[in-house]
Nanobody
């Protein structure tokens, strides 16, 4: 069974950048669409992005468009989320997720069926 693992979270100052990674054990992400979402304390899960299997097509939530970029290297099956110009309101646990398809219907978290355990991102001075 595919298990997802996020890494790369941490503490960063406002305006800073961070790159998160998503890897899989028990299989590969190479032929699957992969998305990212986040959840802040007391708030609902917010879908952020979706990247298709080839890496050519992406979808982003308006709240992160232009600041966050998702990419992948199918040679090792890793998917990335690069976060830039970070704001305190970006503080949350960030999750990567997959769906049983190679294409992206959208960035909303409802499109994904399996999630990792998340990595904490804290934006604070």
């Amino acid at each position: 069974q595919l298990q997802l693992v996020e890494s790369g979270g941490g503490l960063v100052q406002p305006g800073g950048s961070l790159t998160l990674s998503c890897t899989a054990s028990g299989g590969t992400l190479a032929n699957l669409a992969v998305g990212w979402s986040r959840q802040a304390p007391g708030k609902e899960r917010e879908g952020l992005s979706c990247l298709n299997d080839s890496g050519r097509y992406t979808f982003y939530a308006d709240s992160v468009k232009g600041r966050f970029t998702t990419s992948r290297t199918n040679t090792n099956g890793t998917v990335y989320l690069h976060l830039s110009n970070l704001k305190p309101e970006d503080t949350a646990v960030y999750y990567c997720g997959t769906r049983t398809s190679y294409w992206c219907p959208g960035y909303e978290s409802r499109h994904f069926t399996s999630w990792g355990r998340g990595t904490q991102v804290t934006v604070s001075s």
